[in-house]
């Protein structure tokens, strides 16, 4: 059932929606796609009081100005970006109520690279293939543009109390873990130990297809790949290109390559890695595999963590039509006594 429609005016160049993605389909050539940070879908969940994570706008580098036909609630989440509503700032990690007449603007991003803004009810735009997700190098779903309306699905706790989740750590740079792959073993002791060793910033070359990785490092982990065949790649894995360079494949990669793989990133530091700006520093660590939590268990985990929005008295326009006060009276008591 359809709540309103979410507008979009002035907005950033590589807008899309996006979702968890289509898996199970790279042997028909079709990568998952979907958000190139999911853990960010799954804090909206968490901070709308949903059951599983839904559509969401992808807003790399910046956001835009966005109203509402329907009152709905709006989940700011992924990298933090200047956000306000009617021009008073709004704290990002957080959930609030958007009205009919109100614009939500939202800048650049302050850390990261990538943020989100899920309404209560999902985005509830056609499905292919069972996801909303444009995934563009396929040539499913298009860059949202100016003027856009998006149909939403209806919030049904737009009276639900205001939350916000403490700012999460991953925007930074850091420690990557990367797991082994079927063709590590290619890579000599010492080639893996100055791979760990290099420090590592995010490249120009970078797109929802892959994440080039710089270095100032000698690239001493370089091996000829002439005579291999090309196989299954998939989302994390770090291919060395002919001069050396590190791509870490991306939501939207090819499911079929020839470059040699060192490694594939963990599941868990995709959002890390895909989230450091261009002076972030990156380091990889090779590790062993670790369970990865259910989707239950990852949204039980956010809730947890869920604490209250506390508003400034002075930033509510509507302040006096809350009851602030319980035990009311028509102000005669003394008189009457």
Same mark, same amino acid.
């Given at each position: 059932? +359809? ?24 042997? /028909? ?15 909206? &969940? ?7 994570? $839904? ?22 989440? =992924? ?21 009919? =007449?109100? $614009? ?23 499905? $292919? ?17 100016? =003027? ?18 403490? &700012? ?19 890579? +000599? ?19 929802? /297809? ?46 079929? =390559? ?80």
């Amino acid at each position: 059932m +359809s709540g309103g429609e979410l507008r979009i005016t002035a907005p950033g160049p590589m807008l899309s929606v996006q979702d968890l993605g289509r898996p199970g389909l790279a042997a /028909q050539g079709l990568s998952r796609g979907g958000a190139q940070d999911p853990q960010a879908l799954w804090e909206a &969940a968490a901070l709308l009081g949903l059951p599983r994570p $839904v559509a969401g706008i992808e807003m790399p580098g910046m956001g835009g100005r966005f109203t509402v036909t329907a009152k709905m609630r709006l989940a700011l989440t =992924g990298a933090p970006m200047r956000a306000s509503i009617d021009g008073r700032p709004v704290p990002w990690h957080a959930v609030h109520a958007l009205s009919p =007449g109100e $614009v939500l603007s939202v800048g650049g991003a302050t850390s990261g690279t990538t943020g989100y803004l899920t309404p209560g009810g999902g985005l509830s735009t056609a499905e $292919v293939l069972g996801s909303r997700a444009a995934h563009l190098a396929a040539g499913i779903g298009a860059l949202l543009q100016d =003027g856009e309306a998006l149909p939403t699905g209806r919030d049904r706790a737009t009276d639900m109390a205001a939350s916000f989740l403490p &700012a999460p750590d991953r925007f930074e740079g850091g420690s990557i873990r990367v797991l082994p792959g079927p063709q590590t073993a290619l890579f +000599s002791e010492d080639q893996i130990r100055a791979f760990e060793a290099a420090g590592f910033t995010r490249g120009a070359r970078s797109n929802r /297809q892959a994440i080039q990785m710089q270095s100032e490092a000698r690239p001493v982990w370089h091996r000829d790949a002439g005579g291999m065949a090309s196989e299954p790649i998939q989302a994390g894995d770090i291919q060395i290109t002919g001069d050396g360079t590190p791509f870490v494949l991306g939501a939207e990669c090819q499911t079929i =390559g020839g470059y040699p793989r060192i490694g594939s990133v963990h599941p868990e530091d995709m959002g890390r890695l895909v989230q450091a700006g261009p002076k972030a520093v990156l380091r990889f660590v090779f590790a062993a595999p670790t369970p990865l939590p259910s989707g239950p268990e990852r949204l039980r985990a956010l809730t947890r963590q869920l604490q209250p929005l506390l508003r400034d008295p002075s930033t509510i326009p509507d302040l006096l039509s809350y009851q602030l006060i319980s035990g009311v009276t028509a102000g005669d008591d003394l008189d009457r006594a």
